[in-house]
Nanobody, 123 residues
Framework: QVQLVESGGGLVQTGGSLRLSCAAS????????MGWYRQAPGKQRELVAT?????????SYADAVRGRFTISRDNAKNTVNLQMNSLKPDDTAVYYC???????????????WGKGTLVTVSS
């Protein structure tokens, strides 16, 4: 079983900062990639940032957050963080942690999702 638990959401003013964390736990062989997605009311879920957990680190960011958000990893703890700076009202959304998990040596990667943490940016 695999569980993803997000933390760090809350209410901040425009220009403020928050740091989100996501920890993966359970039984699995490997986690290849972790990332953050968000979904605002009435909108589709969208990519925020991703990071590989392998030997060669690679990150990606949505255009809307590049330069303001930073994703980082802790491979030993199977944890990813998202430092969010210069927050805007448009950043208001439920932020979901995502992981591509290989559950066994012969298994392919499967997507797992956390329950989400709410980020609200007031204007």
């Amino acid at each position: 079983q695999v569980q993803l638990v997000e933390s760090g959401g809350g209410l901040v003013q425009t220009g403020g900062s928050l740091r989100l964390s996501c920890a993966a736990s359970g039984t699995f062989f490997n986690i290849n990639l972790m990332g953050w997605y968000r979904q605002a009311p009435g909108k589709q879920r969208e990519l925020v940032a991703t990071i590989t957990l392998g030997a060669f680190e690679s990150t990606s960011y949505a255009d809307a957050v590049r330069g303001r958000f930073t994703i980082s990893r802790d491979n030993a703890k199977n944890t990813v963080n998202l430092q969010m700076n210069s927050l805007k009202p448009d950043d208001t959304a439920v932020y979901y942690c995502n992981a591509v998990v290989q559950q066994g040596l012969l298994s392919g990667g499967m997507d797992y999702w956390g329950k989400g943490t709410l980020v609200t940016v007031s204007s």
